[in-house]
């Protein structure tokens, strides 16, 4: 998948899909977080038309994108395309629940 500019220069923005077993809960609400705080942008999440800040751990949850879900991620800014692509891994990987195998769920 390619992100989409919108405007150029401006907005970045990417539709993915849910694909982890317990779709975007506490801990990966908090991964996704930590990635969008990474780049200089402002990351937006909408789902079902309701719009969240990327870096709301509770916004995120809001939107109870379940797995399957489609969300759609916007990003402007200077790093507004490196954004999408660090969180489109990051969705597209599960949000490395594997590596979380036999850990407790907070």
Known sequence: MSATVTEPGRAVCQRLTIC????????????????????????????????????S?????????????TILVQA?????REAIEAITELVNNGFDEDKDAGEPIP
């Not at 801990?27 to 870096?55: C, I």
């Not at 751990?57 to 879900?69: D, E, Q, T, Y």
């Open 57 to 69: 751990i509770m916004g995120l949850m809001m939107l109870a994108a379940g797995p399957g879900s």
């Open 76 to 80: 402007t800014g200077n790093q507004a």
């Open 20 to 55: 982890n077993k317990r779709g975007l809960h506490a801990r990966a609400s908090a991964r996704f977080v930590r990635t969008a705080d990474h780049f200089d942008a402002q990351v937006s999440v909408t789902r079902d038309g309701v719009t969240v800040g990327g870096t």
